[in-house]
């Protein structure tokens, strides 16, 4: 029989043995005990609801600008604008990355940081450095989130920038290692899907080329007017528990719960008048297309929406974006000249008698720190403005002039342009007001509305002309543009101006009229030429 001590003998092994399989299993985890189920994910209402009025808010990011502000953030309101579009893009195909270069302790830092808190924790992670291969066997999920990487010193590897621009543009990473097993060596396939963006900052004037091109490059003011602000806001640090940021996490995460698609009908008007000067804008306009499309993602709430469910772009979000990255596009081509830099280059041409400047002397006549003054000139002598005479190492610097500074361009047009006029107002010089305005009364009637059509094969009747216009009949020979002389890219434009007829280019257009001012309050109308056959008339 059994006695009642070999079941108490029983019963302690028994106890023992799932004492050991629990300490196995906890030994397995890491020594993590089993963490309860997370609670269900608020639904879309519940988001709506905590997100209030930002939902319906007609202009979320200058609301966003007084918040940022109110949280310690001084003088860098735009650039915090970007970096907030820039991290709402990670909802698209092909978010925005951005880099802010300046010098040590200017407060590149500060402003992501003050930026990341207005988004959920789970829009991106952070990181101060990468081994080389990180990217590859990270466990973070890259899908639509951001890689924040303070100093971009931390991925100075040709293996990492190399992986880390293959996930921004590709989207994702496929990588193929070879492992040992009990078997021998076998591969095995790692793959990383994105969309993924990247938020760096650097002190250097330039990334690696291949990385520079991918990213949008932010600077940071340097004056002792913004230190003096700086410091003004750190005393007073107080403000920056004044904002609601639970509001503005629940409109990323009420955004993040809905589609995301956005069309912007506008885009292929824009890109006719985008003038095609540099090959980088091939990848800058698809850029400026989700900064646009991120602009009405965030007011969803006030935006229509097409029979598919996405959200119709208004011109009202490309003027707002353009407001933002306008000088940033044209600075990122070399089309303008950053006005720091044209500031240093003026300070040494002013010692014309002299020839040249050290960086001490450079600084003390700037009134800025040698530091500061050291970044921008670097950038000067990069894109070839100034030059350093010595050429013995260790020995001060000498700053002179070298290639003239260019002339300004402008590459993003004015919002009005995109709309249904298509008329160019210039100066109006020797022609009085009220005879101008006879003159249009009387053709009023027969002259054609002066719109260009968005079909490129539109059928309109000839365009009349002015009383003082000679019309120049189209012939059956290529036609070229008055301007650049060439018959491509796309259809040419009859505009009718005080010389008679002239074929153009849209981008050509504003550039001809500048070398020809026309007479003072002259409206030129232009139509879209359609294929000239040989007969001579329009089709």
Not at 294 to 320: F, K, S
Request: proline letters at 7%; charged letters at 25%; one cysteine or more.
């Amino acid at each position: 029989m059994t006695t009642s001590f070999e079941k108490l003998c029983r019963e302690a092994d028994r106890k023992k043995r799932k004492a050991e399989r629990a300490a196995r299993r906890e030994k397995a985890n890491g020594g993590a005990k089993p963490e309860a189920p997370p609670p269900p994910a608020p639904s879309i209402e519940e988001l709506e609801a905590a997100a209030g009025d930002l939902v319906s808010c007609h202009d979320v990011l200058s609301r966003f600008g007084s918040e940022v502000e109110n949280a310690g953030l001084v003088g860098e309101t735009n650039n915090a604008k970007i970096l907030y579009l820039a991290l709402t893009s990670r909802l698209f195909e092909r978010p925005v990355s951005v880099a802010i270069k300046g010098v040590s302790s200017v407060g590149k830092s500060f402003t992501v940081e003050r930026v990341l808190k207005f988004f959920p924790p789970a829009a991106y992670f952070v990181r101060t450095g990468m081994s080389e291969r990180a990217i590859i066997y990270s466990d973070e999920d890259y899908r639509h989130r951001f890689i924040i990487l303070f100093e971009a010193c931390g991925m100075t590897s040709e293996m990492q920038s190399y992986l880390i621009r293959t996930l921004l543009s590709e989207g994702r990473v496929i990588y193929e290692v070879v492992e040992k097993t009990k078997l021998g060596l076998r591969p095995r396939r790692i793959e990383k899907e994105g969309p993924t963006g990247l938020i760096t900052t650097t002190t250097a004037p330039k990334l690696h080329p291949e990385n520079e091109t991918r990213l949008l490059s932010l600077g940071v003011i340097d004056t002792p007017h913004q230190t003096k602000a700086v410091m003004q806001a750190l005393a007073d640090d107080a403000q920056a528990n004044t904002v609601s940021y639970a509001q503005w996490h629940a409109l990323q995460s009420w955004l993040a719960a809905h589609q995301h698609g956005v069309v912007v009908p506008f885009a292929a008007t824009l890109a006719d008048f985008i003038p095609p000067v540099a090959v980088r804008l091939r990848r800058d306009f698809k850029l400026l297309l989700t900064l646009i499309r991120a602009h009405a993602l965030l007011h969803r709430g006030t935006r229509q929406h097409d029979p598919e469910g996405r959200i119709i772009a208004t011109v009202d979000d490309y003027a707002a974006v353009r407001e933002l990255v306008a000088k940033l596009f044209a600075e990122g081509i070399e089309a303008t000249v950053p006005a720091t830099i044209r500031e240093t280059v003026a300070a040494v041409e002013a010692c014309a008698g002299v020839g040249e400047i050290s960086l001490a002397a450079l600084a003390q006549k700037m009134k800025l720190d040698k530091s500061a003054v050291h970044h921008r000139v670097r950038k000067a002598i990069e894109r070839g403005f100034l030059v350093n005479r010595e050429e013995k190492r260790g020995m001060p610097a000498r700053i002179a002039t070298a290639d003239p500074l260019p002339d300004e361009i402008e590459i993003l047009p004015a919002p009005d342009v995109l709309g249904d006029r298509c008329s160019v107002e210039v100066p109006m010089e020797g022609i009085k007001k009220e005879d101008a305005e006879e003159e249009d009364e009387d053709s009023e009637a027969e002259r054609p509305e002066p719109l260009l059509p968005p079909d490129p094969h539109f059928n309109t009747s000839t365009p009349p002309c002015g009383s003082n216009s000679v019309r120049r009949p189209p012939t059956a020979d290529v036609e070229i543009c008055a301007q650049c002389g060439a018959a491509d890219p796309g259809p040419l434009l009859h505009v009718l101006v005080a010389e008679g007829e002239v074929r153009l280019h849209r981008e050509c257009r504003r550039f001809w009229l500048r070398d020809h001012p026309q007479p003072k309050g002259t409206v030129i109308p232009c139509v879209q030429i359609a294929e000239v056959a040989a007969t001579g008339t329009l089709q």
